[in-house]
Every structure is written in C-alpha cells, then in structure tokens.
Nanobody, 115 residues
Framework: QVQLVESGGGLVQAGGSLRLSCAAS????????MDWYRQAPGKERELVAT???????NYADSVKGRFAVSRDNAKNTVYLQMNSLKPEDTAVYYC?????????WGQGTQVTVSS
C-alpha cells in the first residue's frame, strides 16, 4: 500500500532553516506530482508547495523565495528546504500525493519556529 513518511521537523529559531524529507513507497513515484501541505493550530490545511513529475514547482505566496521543493526519483523521496523561517510557519507539515485511486497523506512532521 501507499506509504508517505515525513521526517526532518523540529524546533528552530526565526530566521533558521530546516529540510523536510518524505520517503514514498507503494506506488510509481516518478510519474506523480507530489505536494507539501501544512496545518497550523486552529487553521485549515493549506498547500505549501508542489512538484510535478517533470520537476516543475509551484509555491504558496507566503513561502515564495524562502522554501524550495525538490525530488529524487532514484530515492523515491521529495524534499522541502525551508529557509528564513518565521513563527507563522509553525505547523504540522504533510506530504501528499493524489493518484487516480485517491489521496494519500503522510503522518506529518511538526515544525515549530520560535521568535
């Protein structure tokens, strides 16, 4: 079955950096668009970044210029490099894939940015 396992979250001071990883298995990774979402306490889950099978990327306005999504198809892994972190980036970050059979989500990784 599909598995998405995120890692790399933690506590960081404002202005710092973190790199999230999402290891995927159970499906043909390289042909699928992969997404990163986040959900802050009391807020709805929001799309942060997307990377297509061809490597095209798209970002939420709130993270443009600070976050970078990438993928390594040989390792079935998608990454989210987060720089210049702000307290408002605090959230649980989720890896996501939408295939013809439906959505799959990881368990999430907590990112906390202190001011």
């Amino acid at each position: 079955q599909v598995q998405l396992v995120e890692s790399g979250g933690g506590l960081v001071q404002a202005g710092g950096s973190l790199r999230l990883s999402c290891a995927a298995s159970g499906f043909t990774f390289w042909i699928n668009t992969m997404d990163w979402y986040r959900q802050a306490p009391g807020k709805e889950r929001e799309l942060v970044a997307t990377i297509t099978s061809a490597g095209r990327t798209n970002y939420a306005d709130s993270v443009k210029g600070r976050f970078a999504v990438s993928r390594d198809n040989a390792k079935n892994t998608v990454y989210l490099q987060m720089n210049s972190l702000k307290p408002e980036d605090t959230a649980v970050y989720y890896c996501h894939v939408l295939r013809r059979w439906g959505d799959s989500w990881g368990q999430g990784t907590q990112v906390t940015v202190s001011s």
